[in-house]
């Protein structure tokens, strides 16, 4: 799975009026929701977290737990696994490869329309495909506040999909954005980096 794709389509907002190209990045609107994504054949379904543009997603993966950690202004990834108490950390230059620094810049879109989706009035914005995002075309659905709730797209990869239920607002404790005290991630191996790069869940692209 890609962490800079969950980060720039499922944790974006607008900075522009819904006129014309766009810049999307991640949201400042503290909120938590539950966030269900399905992509080559695989369904995840996990509660995120997200304050000034961090975020955390809980899920449970081959009866697993997992926390992701999306950090963009450090440039850091972390994957926490409560059940065995550790973490891993992908490398500065690996996590570049995945543009994570490049998120807080934002990325280009195009609005095409309004619609209401799970209750949130929404701009639907297209994200063109190009060698930035694996070549995906991808829409998203975003709240007046900056909240992706929605997302579509394919790549060379296949399909994917995103929505959020259950979105509350508020500000969320800076501590879910932390490792526990006492974890100290060690370096991500060479072969999960690649998982998460699209092996482990196919159909999602770079961002």
């Known amino acids: 799975m890609r962490f800079a ?14 006129v014309a190209a766009t810049t999307l990045t991640p949201p400042q609107t ?9 992509a080559g054949g695989t369904e995840i379904s996990g509660k995120v977290y997200a304050e000034d543009g961090n975020e955390r997603w809980e899920m449970t ?17 972390l994957m926490y696994m409560p059940d065995m108490n550790m973490a891993m950390e ?8 995945y543009g994570v620094e490049n998120l807080a810049e934002g990325v280009e879109a195009t609005a095409e329309g309004s619609d209401v989706v799970e209750g949130e009035a929404t701009t639907r914005y297209r994200v063109e495909p ?41 500000d969320q404790e800076a ?10 991630p ?12 699209g092996g482990g869940f196919p159909g999602m692209p770079p961002f």
């Not at 720039?8 to 819904?18: G, N, Y």
């Not at 503290?30 to 399905?38: D, E, F, L, Q, W």
């Open 5 to 18: 794709h969950l980060c720039a389509v499922l944790a974006v907002i607008f900075i522009a009026p819904p």
């Open 30 to 38: 503290g909120y938590s929701a539950t966030r269900i994504v399905k």
């Open 61 to 77: 993966m081959q009866g697993m737990r997992q926390v992701s950690i999306l950090k963009p202004a450090e440039s850091r990834l």
């Open 90 to 97: 992908m490398d500065a230059a690996t996590a570049s490869r």
């Open 130 to 170: 190009g060698p930035e995002n694996g070549n995906a075309d991808v829409l998203v659905w975003v709240t007046d506040d900056g909240i992706p709730v929605k997302a579509e797209g394919k790549s060379d990869k296949g399909t994917f999909s995103m929505i959020l239920k259950d979105l509350k607002r508020g």
């Open 175 to 184: 501590s879910l954005f932390e490792l526990p005290a006492g974890v100290t």
């Open 186 to 197: 060690t370096k991500m191996p060479a072969n999960m980096q690649g998982m998460m790069g």
